[in-house]
């Protein structure tokens, strides 16, 4: 995936989150959040991007390649690896768990074929876990990029699958 | 201002969703304006969930039409268009798509303006949440929006502000019940000319949802509180961080900030009383330690969310060093309640030593799942039958937790206990956030714990020691004994690492991350003993490795 991205790419996605966010340090995870929606991930050059739009001596602003690895290696909505076409999240928590969340887990992995934070060669998929997303009346619950689905059985998971190309 | 006669709205929860619910909404718009009633109908979208048994996937999705509060479930997409056309166009009720009145929960009463059906709901918090537009600033006005502000701008000095709300008896609801009155006084009083009020809506607790429900349904009301918190401590700006997931809520927020702004309720020279007052969004991006107020602060300022070191606390050194005010959202939802109804009002819900009303997401083994709004001081079996509408059939309690995964659990024989923060403190347990985790026999402690200690283990940010090393150490005691390796020391371990975070850790990650250790050993030590001596899990829940049964 990453090769696909041309550089002038990621040079456009930096400037306008810039634009859109500023260039103060609390703009920071803004900026980072806009590239890991526009690629699924934060790629290198994006890093090394965002720190020269963010260099400014006379209003002392500068940021380190290394403070921009250390969010986007922080927060967990952001990834420092290529992803699949499709992320699967799986709320992994204990009101999930309690009403059948491991058995929507063993299941994912089984056909995916893949473990925690695995991606298929063909980059089509990849699965995650995540802490509660907020839907706990409606567990267990996963996400597959922005859909949701509740009250998941086993049972329904291929036909999920199926729908995403 | 756009006069409306009726108001849909559709069903968005993720079953809703699933079953077609953005089709059926967007052929309801297109047969509005196909009879041409755009000018007298708006269309929403509701998270029914909150209000309905939707577990019973047999009425969704759902469509409410306001001011009729008749209610129609399941509707296919395919009959948004008959629907239009009988109900709004004709005005004739389509009984043939009517939800089944005995599938529905109490609060159709409610939704039908019968209050008193289920006669312990209370609502403060979520008031307008349901019942309103979230989307129209004028729906908001019109139900006592941005009265008290206008009330506090016009009538009151900050100083009685705080008196008012310090009297009311109001206790923080993210968790810890510190006095909200108390708190704000502590920053109208530190020193500096630049103040800043945060909203904590970092909603991350396992199992806590509450929040999500306000800023979903009534976005206005934590602008309107927020503007009065700068009023009352000497604010000018204003954050709300809201967690990265929330997309819906931040959206909800943007635009009624540009709304507030165009009436004249935020920005410059409010309601002509020459005050200044501005609020951004600004998302995280998804760690549950922001919640901790410290570490929302670095979060706020672009660093990874590590919290401080406390003293200085965020009332005198907060955002960018400033004295700085955060709440959470639900302690700010109570604040324009308050004061327009007084504090003598407030005190009248709710217990004496822990006034008000509190917000509890219901989750787990019962046959209702959901948000409810409770007089503090119900207790848990209350909680249970009357709203959870008793425990899934087969299932009998075991145990509950509450306030999240750093919460306590609760053994089914401390359910009569009411909850207050008075009354918990004294039990030992923790309110926490309100999230109500309902666990039935087929539960086991060791393997609960043990999902909790994950949790823990993977949003520890790694700070400081005790917390990184200690909920490491904990997780892996804990699985080697759910897989049948424990040994009966490995529960002193448990014991004196419980004592060691406690005390040392640096936030409340690292000091509460062992509460479910310590009720599992308190509540539970036979059932872990069971694990270690015979070998055998009581609920058959726990796998046991190859490794486990050779050992025996």
Redesign the interface.
């Known amino acids: 995936m990453s090769s696909l991205i041309s550089e002038s790419e990621i040079a456009a996605a930096v400037q306008a989150a810039v634009e859109k966010h500023g260039k103060n340090h609390d703009a920071l995870i803004p900026i980072l959040s806009e590239v890991n929606r526009a690629f699924g991930y934060v790629p290198g050059e994006a890093i090394r991007e965002i720190r020269k739009h963010l260099y400014d001596p006379a209003n002392r602003t500068y940021v380190a390649e290394g403070q921009l690895y250390a969010l986007a290696s922080f927060y967990d909505m952001l990834s420092t690896k290529p992803r699949g076409r499709h992320v699967i999240k799986f709320c992994e928590n204990a009101p999930c768990h309690v009403v059948g969340g491991k058995a929507i887990w063993d299941t994912l992995r089984q056909r995916l074929n893949l473990e925690n934070g695995e991606t298929t060669p063909d980059f089509k998929w990849t699965l995650v876990t995540t802490s509660c997303i907020g839907l706990c009346s409606v567990g267990p619950v996963i996400l597959i990029d922005d859909d949701i689905y509740g009250n998941l059985t086993p049972e329904q998971i291929p036909d999920i699958l199926e729908r995403y190309e | 201002m756009k006069i409306t006669r009726s108001m849909i709205l559709v069903s968005s929860?993720?079953?809703s969703?699933?079953l077609g619910a953005e089709d059926l909404l967007r052929n309801l718009k297109e047969a509005i304006e196909a009879y041409n009633l755009q000018d007298e109908v708006t269309v929403s979208t509701i998270d029914v969930?909150?209000i309905y048994d939707?577990?019973r996937?047999n009425i969704l999705p759902m469509v409410i039409v306001h001011p009729d509060a008749v209610v129609y479930g399941p509707v296919k997409p395919s009959d948004g268009r008959y629907l239009v056309e009988e109900h709004l166009y004709k005005g004739r009720i389509v009984n043939d798509l009517l939800t089944p009145p005995k599938l529905l929960t109490g609060q159709i009463g409610w939704l039908r303006g019968r209050k008193g059906y289920n006669p312990a709901e209370q609502r403060v918090v979520l008031e307008r949440a349901g019942r309103i537009d979230p989307e129209s600033i004028e729906e908001f006005i019109a139900a006592h929006g941005y009265e008290a502000l206008g009330k506090v701008l016009s009538e009151m000095t900050p100083e009685d502000v705080i008196a008012t709300v310090e009297k009311s008896g109001l206790q923080g609801r993210g968790g810890a019940g510190f006095p909200t009155g108390r708190k704000w006084g502590f920053v109208r009083g530190a020193k500096g000319d630049k103040k800043y009020v945060v909203c904590n809506a970092d909603?991350?607790?396992?199992?806590?949802?509450k929040d999500?429900i306000v800023l979903e349904g009534d976005p206005h009301q934590i602008l309107e509180a927020m503007t009065i918190a700068g009023y009352a401590i000497g604010a000018d700006e204003g954050y709300i961080y809201i967690r990265?997931?929330?997309?819906l809520a931040y959206q909800r927020l943007e635009n009624a900030i540009l709304q507030a702004k165009e009436f004249g309720f935020l920005g410059k020279n409010i309601f002509g009383k020459g005050f200044d007052f501005d609020i951004h969004v600004?998302?995280?991006?998804?760690?549950?330690v922001c919640g901790e107020e410290t570490a929302l602060i670095e979060?706020?300022?672009?660093?990874?969310?590590e919290p401080r070191s406390r003293p200085p606390y965020p009332v005198t050194h907060g955002l960018w060093n400033k004295p700085t005010l955060v709440n959470n959202v639900e302690t700010l939802a109570n604040i324009p309640a308050i004061l327009r109804n007084g504090a003598e009002w407030y005190r009248s819900l709710g217990t004496p030593s822990s006034p008000g009303t509190k917000v509890y997401?219901i989750?787990?083994?019962v046959n209702f799942?959901?948000?409810i709004e409770a007089p503090m001081g119900i207790t848990l079996r209350e909680v249970i039958n009357i709203y959870g509408r008793g425990m899934k059939p087969g299932s009998v309690l075991k145990l509950a937790?509450t306030g999240?995964?750093s919460g306590s659990i609760i053994p089914a024989a401390l359910q009569d206990t009411p909850m207050d923060f008075e009354s918990f403190r004294k039990a030992g347990v923790s309110l926490g956030s309100g999230?109500l985790?309902i666990?039935d026999q087929h539960?086991c402690i060791v393997d609960?714990v043990k999902?909790?200690l994950?949790?823990f283990r993977?949003?520890s940010?790694g700070k400081c020691t005790p917390c990184r090393i200690g909920t490491q150490r904990a997780y892996e005691t804990v699985e080697r004994i759910s897989q049948g390796l424990g040994k009966l020391e490995d529960l002193e371990f448990l014991q004196s690492l419980i004592q060691e975070m406690e005390r040392v850790s640096n936030c409340g990650l690292g000091q509460t991350a062992v509460v479910p250790i310590r009720d599992m050993l308190k509540h539970f030590r036979t059932e872990v003993e069971a694990h270690i001596l015979l070998g055998s899990c009581p609920t058959g829940v726990c796998e046991f490795s190859q490794e486990g049964e050779k050992a025996l």
């Open positions: 929860d993720p079953e969703l699933r969930s909150a939707v577990n996937a909603e991350s607790e396992p199992g806590t949802f999500r990265g997931e929330y997309g600004h998302a995280g991006a998804g760690a549950y979060s706020l300022e672009g660093k990874r969310g997401t989750m787990g083994n799942s959901g948000v937790q999240g995964s999230a985790l666990c539960t609960l999902v909790l994950q949790f993977f949003e940010c």
